[in-house]
């Protein structure tokens, strides 16, 4: 069973940057499709970015032009490159992606640990 970590988390100064990473230690697999959501301490969870199985990308408004989801599938590994944070964007963040290995595709992620990213002003 593949379980995806993610990781690269921290705090940060509002402008600063961060870069998450999503992978699987041991496991060799690609993203066909992969998505990162954020939830904030008493707000509901939100989805901040997707990389469709084409390679297009699609953000919240929210994080528009200062977001970046990618991957790299020869080292099966999704990021998300923060630039230019802002308070807001203070939450625990997750990955989530459907993923192809030498079993077939399966669905990865869970609402477990996540990464905790906080920006301080």
């Known amino acids: 069973q593949v379980q995806v970590v993610e990781s690269g988390g921290g705090l940060v100064q509002a402008g600063g940057s961060l870069r998450l990473s999503c992978a699987a230690s041991?496991?060799?697999?690609?993203?066909?499709?992969g998505d990162w959501y954020r939830q904030a301490p008493g707000k509901q969870r939100e989805l901040v970015a997707t990389?469709?199985?084409?390679?297009?990308?699609n953000y919240a408004d929210s994080v528009k032009g200062r977001f970046t989801i990618s991957r790299n599938n020869a080292k099966s590994t999704m990021y998300l490159q923060m630039n230019s944070l802002k308070p807001e964007d203070t939450a625990v963040y997750y990955c989530?992606?459907?993923?192809?290995?030498?079993?077939?595709?399966?669905?990865?992620?869970?609402w477990g640990q996540g990464t905790q990213v906080t920006v301080s002003s």
């Open positions: 990389v469709t199985i084409d390679g297009s990308t």
């Open positions: 989530h992606g459907l993923i192809q290995d030498s079993a077939g595709w399966r669905i990865v992620g869970s």
């Open positions: 041991g496991s060799i697999f690609i993203f066909n499709t």
